[in-house]
């Protein structure tokens, strides 16, 4: 039930943040997100939080050919604070985890923001980008419903066991499959001059990304001995728990959709 509620939460907000917010206020969201995200990780791998924040702000509103030199004044950053640490073992390990953490967490909002962006006309015949976008969101989040269901009920081989025990290959199938059916479904409906081949390749290709992307973080956790990443959503635990396959999931749409762009220029 705790997890029923949360989604009538979030899936509204996302819905109106992504498809009809002004793009302040959408720039203001993933901000928010990024943020918390990060706040979790930082708690979860001891990284450096403060400067994580700050950087990962600025990536998200500077223009794209700047992104890579934040990261890298980041990494001089964190390899600083490594010597005001009394540890420098651990000091090496947070000033990693620092680095890592901003490029996945706001590197991946970022492919949300370009996404979001998609308007130009070289890319009229994709549609909007933010429908692009609502897909590397729901093709993951219904995916993981039907994951929940079909392995709670069947699934009998485990994954993952080391890493996440309560996973099945059952509930992985079901996930691929439940999101296959919605983006054939959804996509070609939504997002004009989207083959039904295009649309079951983009869906499929970003729940396996998702699905690695929960993973990894279900890994990052069982290194660190917990169990969520936080615990402000009922039933989800944190927004990085909740979050996790999407930061895998949207830099993958975002290189298809491009790749799509790329060939309908030539065609």
């Known amino acids: ?124 015949r994709l549609a909007a980008g933010r429908y692009w976008l609502m897909v590397a969101l729901m093709v993951n989040w219904i995916g993981d419903t039907g994951a929940y269901y079909v392995g709670r009920k069947f699934g009998k081989h485990k994954l993952a066991p080391l890493v996440s025990p309560g996973k099945s290959w059952e509930g992985a199938a079901a996930s691929a499959v439940t999101a296959v059916i919605f983006g054939a479904i959804c996509i070609p409906l939504v997002i004009t001059g989207t083959s039904i081949w295009a649309a079951i390749a983009v869906s499929l ?26 615990t402000m959503l009922p039933g989800h635990g944190g927004i990085l728990d909740r979050m996790d396959s999407s930061l895998f999931a949207m830099p993958v749409v975002y290189t298809l959709v491009m790749l799509l762009a790329t060939l309908r220029g030539q065609a």
């Open 205 to 230: 290709v970003a729940n396996a990304a998702g699905q690695i992307g929960d993973l990894a973080e279900s890994a990052l956790k069982r290194a660190a001995g917990v169990k969520d990443s936080g």
């Open 1 to 124: 039930m705790k997890r029923a509620l949360t989604a009538l939460v979030l899936v509204p907000l996302a819905l109106y943040s992504v498809l009809f917010a002004p793009p302040q206020v959408f720039l203001a969201v993933v901000a928010l997100f990024g943020v918390l995200c990060f706040r979790e990780y930082s708690r979860i791998t001891e990284a450096f939080a403060m400067p994580g924040y700050v950087a990962g702000v600025l990536i998200l509103i500077a223009p794209l050919n700047q992104a890579a030199l934040i990261l890298f004044l980041t990494a001089l950053a964190a390899m600083c604070l490594t010597m005001s640490t009394g540890d420098l073992s651990k000091g090496a390990t947070q000033a990693g985890a620092t680095i890592m953490g901003v490029a996945y967490i706001f590197g991946a909002w970022k492919t949300a923001i370009l996404l979001h962006e998609i308007d130009a006309p070289a890319y009229q």
